[in-house]
C-alpha cells in the first residue's frame, strides 16, 4: 500500500518531484497534488500494522507491541504531516519513532524453541532488525548530506512494509504444516 501511495502520488506531483532526493512526506505535504494519496497510504499502512500486531499471536508480546507502535506511528504521521515549506519537530519526532519501533519489532517477537515459525526464529529476526536499523542510519546520512535520502527512505521504508507480511506468512505456513 505505501509503496502504491509513493508511486502514485510521486506521479500526482509531477515532474518537480524527485523521488531520489526528497522524501516520501515530501508528497504528504498539505497542498501537494498527492497529498490525499499519501495519507490514505499512511492510514492504510498503520491500520494493517495494529491488525497484523493484533492477529499475530505467535509472535512475543514485546513484538507485537512494537508492530502496534510502528502502527499508530503511521496514523499520526497521517495527521501531523510535514509542512510543505519543509521540515517540522513534530513530524520529524513521529517519523524517528516510527523507524525506531519498526526495526526493533522483529528482534523483539523472536520466539525460541523447536516449533517456531521461521521468521520469528533469532537468526531471520536480527538480520530483519539489522538490515532496517542499516537501512535508517543511510538514510539520516543521505538526510545530512543532502544525498538520496528518498532511495535510502524507501528501502528501508519496503523493508518495513513487508517483513510484517513476511513474517505472518510464516506463521501461516507453520501453523498449516502443523496440521497435516
Do not use: K
Request: aromatic share 8%.
Amino acid at each position: 500500500m505505501l509503496i502504491t501511495g509513493w508511486m502514485v502520488a510521486a506521479v500526482l506531483q509531477g515532474p518537480a518531484y524527485d523521488p531520489a532526493a526528497q522524501t516520501i512526506s515530501v508528497l504528504a505535504a498539505p497542498g501537494g497534488s498527492g497529498y490525499w494519496v499519501m495519507t490514505g497510504a499512511f492510514i492504510a499502512l498503520g491500520a494493517c500494522h495494529l491488525l497484523t500486531a493484533w492477529g499475530l499471536r505467535p509472535a512475543a508480546a514485546p513484538g507485537r507491541v512494537a508492530l502496534a507502535a510502528g502502527g499508530v506511528s503511521a496514523l499520526v504521521v497521517a495527521v501531523v504531516p510535514a509542512p510543505s515549506n519543509g521540515g517540522s519537530l513534530s513530524h520529524g519526532s513521529v517519523t524517528a519513532v516510527g523507524f525506531t519501533v519498526l526495526a526493533a519489532w522483529p528482534v523483539l517477537a523472536i520466539r525460541t524453541g523447536g516449533s517456531v515459525p521461521w521468521a520469528l526464529r533469532p537468526l531471520p529476526s536480527l538480520g530483519a532488525t539489522a538490515v532496517m536499523a542499516v537501512g535508517a542510519a543511510w538514510f539520516l546520512l543521505e538526510l545530512h548530506l543532502h544525498g538520496v535520502a528518498g532511495v535510502a527512505e524507501r528501502a528501508v521504508t519496503t523493508l518495513q512494509s513487508v517483513w510484517p507480511f513476511v513474517v505472518a506468512l510464516s506463521c501461516l505456513r507453520h501453523s498449516c504444516a502443523r496440521c497435516r
